[in-house]
């Protein structure tokens, strides 16, 4: 009789054991869950920023660096467009006259410098996500075809060499202004952040798109 009582005890305390073994396995399921779903968000994400810019950007979980930056290009054109930019230049001696006018074709690409710092933020649901991003840049302002020129020389007041450099070296500079001006760079964020909230939706992420002005 006393083997048989040591024999239900042990059993009884298998029993608790196992009983034990469950709940706690019951109690982590959550958190198991949880952390899978966020792994696989930030899986996603990254596999989202390659196809689309050729970069894994640094996916962060809170305080909590999970991947880190790397990327294979150190620029990305995503928008581009061709400007006419005029330029005249006036200089007066001694009431003589000389002019220049010059008017050239560019063409305007603007992207995103993946050398710069950005990252993705995790949550705060199991599906969603912020990337914080760089401002889209002009990354080239290039001339097309041939420069029209057109210079007038003054009675007593020649154009000089010195004068057509220093008018070509100022379109130049009017035109990366005018391609800042032009609503390229909008575009280029616009379009790049449609692409991407239509990708993550299709994975069934939730991403919003944070733009870090300089």
């Avoid at 009582?5 to 982590?28: E, H, K, P, T």
């Avoid at 995503?78 to 010059?102: C, F, N, P, Q």
């Avoid at 500079?173 to 964020?189: D, H, I, P, V």
Wanted: net charge negative.
């Amino acid at each position: 009789m006393r083997g048989s009582g040591w024999g239900r005890a042990a059993i009884f305390l298998a029993l608790l054991i196992l009983v034990g073994i469950g709940v706690r396995s019951c109690l982590n399921l959550p958190a198991k869950l949880a952390s899978r779903a966020v792994g696989g968000v930030g899986e996603g994400i990254s596999e989202i920023f390659v196809d689309l810019l050729h970069v894994r950007p640094e996916i962060r979980e809170g305080t909590k660096v999970t991947w880190g930056q790397t990327s294979a290009r150190t620029e990305v054109i995503v928008a581009e467009k061709k400007i006419e930019v005029e330029y005249d230049w006036e200089h007066v001696w001694l009431g003589s006259h000389k002019v220049i006018r010059l008017t050239q074709a560019y063409r305007v690409k603007a992207g995103f410098d993946l050398g710069k710092s950005f990252w993705i933020e995790l949550g705060p649901g199991l599906s969603e996500a912020t990337a914080h991003l760089p401002p889209a840049e002009i990354l080239a302002v290039s001339p097309e075809g041939s420069v029209s020129y057109l210079d007038e020389d003054g009675w007593w007041n020649k154009v000089t060499d010195q004068d057509r450099e220093g008018a070509l070296q100022k379109l130049a500079e009017e035109a990366r202004l005018q391609a800042n001006r032009s609503g390229l760079l909008g575009e280029a964020e616009e379009m790049t952040g449609s692409r991407l909230t239509d990708l993550a939706r299709a994975k069934d992420i939730r991403l919003q798109l944070d733009y870090r002005k300089p």
